[in-house]
C-alpha cells in the first residue's frame, strides 16, 4: 500500500516538473475523451427528444398507416406512409373489435392562414374528438371540438399554442377569428398548451391547425384517410387488438398494404436508426483515444530511456521487476486518466452550452465509462514501455550514462 | 558469508573472439570482514563486484551467498536480497536527484515487502543527523557536495541494516581528504556496527582501509 501511495507520488511529482509535456501527451486522450463524451450526451440527449415526443401519445395508441414502414425493427427500404388509404369502411370495422375505445382517422392539407399578424402557409390535421386525448393536448383557452361538432360537421378548429402566437400574437387574440380553407370559413375556437420541440425527431404539434373530419370531407370528397389512430380500453389489450385488427384488415387489405403500429415501436426504429448513426460517429470519435495511446506510448519510452540510470538504481536497491513494472504503468495510467478527466470536464462543459439549443445531457454511466475507457488506454499503451524497463538487466542500466 | 567458485564473466564479441571479464575466479568472504578488492582500471574489479552484489549473474560458475546458490533463486529473490541483506555505495554516488536526501535514503524501505523492526523516518533521520547532514535532508542531492552525496549515499545503504556493503570506487569522485573522512565512516562501520564491507578500489591507499587485499589482474585473482 505505501507502495502504491509512493509511486503515484512520484509520478505526481514527476508530471508538475514536465507540466507542458504532461499536458501535450495528455491532450490526445483528451480531445478524443471530450469527442466520446459530447457525441454520447448529443444521442442520449436525442433519444430522449424523440422519446418524449412519443410520450404524449399514451401507451394504449394503436396506428394503422398505409403501406408497410416497419419491417424486422427497422425502417424498411420501400417505406412509404403516403401509398393507398383508409375509409369508413375501416372506421367501422375498428369499431366492431373488441376493447377498442375510440377510432380517430387523420387527414391532413396544406392551407393559407390569414393570422392578424402574419400570413403564411400551415397544415390542418382534420380528425375526431379523440385526438386531444390520444395526442396528449391540453387546452390553454377555449375549447376542443367535441363529439357533437363532428356530428354536425361544425366548421370549428382549434390551433397549436405556435399558430396562436405566431399568427394572432396571443392565444386570446386568436379565438372567434376565422380561418379560410378554399373559401370555407373556420372559427377558431380553441388553442392548445404549447406542447414544445418541434424541429428534428418529431413534428411540431404546436404548428398546426385541428379540424373535425366530417367536415374535412368537404375538401376530401373521397372520403379517404391516410391514418387511423385506435385507442384500446388500456396498454394490456394494445397486442391482443394488434392481432384483431390485422386479422380484420387482411380480409380487405394485402399484408403490404397496411401497417399496425405502435408509439413505442415507431420509438424504437427511430431511437435505433439515431443510435446506430450516433455508435457510427463515437466510433470515429474513439479512434483519437488510439491516436492518444499511441502518444502516451511514445512518451512512455522517452521516459524510460531518459531514466535508465534511475532504473538501475532502484534496482540495485533491492526493486523487483513487478515494481519497476507498476511504476512505469502507474504513470501511464495516471497520464491517460488526467487527459480522460480534462476530457470529460471539458465536456460538460461543451454540454452546458449545447443545452441551450439541444436536450443533451451527460449520464454517470458515460463518465465512468469515459474513465474506464481512457484508464484502459494507459494501461494498453503504457505496458510495453513499463516491461521494457523492468526487463532492463541491473548491471547494464546502473553503469548506464 | 559469499563464495564464488569457479566463476567466470565471458562477454562474446564476435565469433572468434570471447572477452573474459573475470575468469575461473575463487573469492570467499566471511562476515564482519573488510575486504578489498583491488587492480587497475578494466581487470575485471567491478565485475567481481557486481556479481558479489547480486547485480549480475556469472556465466559459468557459482555463487553462494548465505549457503544459498544464487543460480537456483528467482530474480525476485535476489531483488529481496540486494534490498535487505546488501547495501551499495557507488563511485558515481547514484542518489535520484529529483528525490530529496531524505526520500533518497528512505527509497529501499519502499520496496521491502518484510514487516519493519523500524520505523523508516526515524531510522533515515537518525543516520543522517550522525553523519552531519542535519540540515541538508530536503535538500535535492545534485545540491551537495560530493562528500555530502557519498555520504547519503552510505546512509542509503545502511538504511536496511544490511551484513554487507559494496563499495565501488568510493571515493573515486572526492578529493583525497573527502575521500579519507569517506573510508574512516566504512572503517568505522565495519569495526562498530559489524558490517561486513568489500571495497573495490585501484588506489593503494584506500586498499590500506582493508584488513585484506584480493588482488585482480586481467580477470584473475592473482
Known sequence: MKNIIFIFKSAIDDFSRNKLRTFLTSLGILIGVFAVVVLIALGLGLKKYISDQFEAMGKNTIFLVPGRILSGGGFSGSASSFTGSFDNRDIEILKRIDNVVSVGPLTLKSIKVNGLIKEDFADIMFSSEVLPDIMGFEIETGRFFDKTDVTKRAKVVFIGNKIATDYYGSAENAIGQKVTVNNVKFMIIGVTKSKGGGGMGGPDYDSYLYGPYTTGYIFNPDKKFFRLMVKTTNENYVAQVKEDIKKEFLKRYEEEEFSVVEPTELLSAITSIFSVLNLILVAIAAISLLVGGIGIMNIMYVTVSDRIKEIGIRRAIGARKSDILSQFLAEAVLLSSIGGILGIALAYFGVFFAQKFFPAYIDLLTVAIALGVSSAIGITFGVFPARKAANLEPVEAIRYE | ?222
Open chain 2, 1 to 222: 558469508m559469499i563464495k564464488l567458485v569457479n566463476v567466470s564473466k565471458e562477454y562474446i564479441i564476435d565469433s572468434e573472439y570471447t572477452f573474459y571479464a573475470l575468469k575461473k575466479a575463487n573469492v570467499e568472504i566471511k562476515e564482519k570482514e573488510f575486504v578489498s578488492i583491488m587492480g587497475p582500471s578494466g581487470s575485471g574489479k567491478s565485475t567481481l563486484m557486481h556479481i558479489i552484489g547480486l547485480l549480475d549473474k556469472p556465466t559459468t560458475g557459482k555463487v553462494f551467498i548465505l549457503e544459498r546458490e544464487i543460480s537456483k533463486i528467482t530474480d525476485d529473490q535476489l531483488s529481496t536480497l540486494r534490498n535487505e541483506f546488501v547495501g551499495f555505495v557507488f563511485q558515481q554516488f547514484n542518489l535520484i536527484n529529483k528525490l530529496t536526501v531524505l526520500e533518497n535514503v528512505m527509497l529501499p524501505t519502499i520496496y521491502c515487502r518484510k514487516e519493519l523492526d523500524f520505523d523508516p523516518t526515524d531510522r533515515a533521520v537518525e543516520i543522517l543527523e550522525n553523519f552531519g547532514l542535519k540540515g541538508k535532508m530536503n535538500s535535492y542531492p545534485n545540491k551537495l557536495s560530493g562528500g555530502q552525496q557519498q555520504r547519503v549515499a552510505i546512509a542509503r545503504a545502511l538504511m536496511m541494516k544490511p551484513k554487507l556493503i559494496l563499495a565501488d570506487e568510493p571515493t573515486g569522485n572526492l578529493d583525497s581528504k573527502t575521500g579519507h573522512e569517506i573510508m574512516m565512516l566504512l572503517e568505522k562501520l565495519n569495526k562498530e556496527e559489524k558490517i561486513t564491507i568489500v571495497l573495490v578500489t585501484h588506489e593503494t591507499d584506500i586498499a590500506a582501509y582493508a584488513k585484506r587485499v584480493i588482488k585482480i589482474r586481467d580477470g584473475e585473482i592473482v
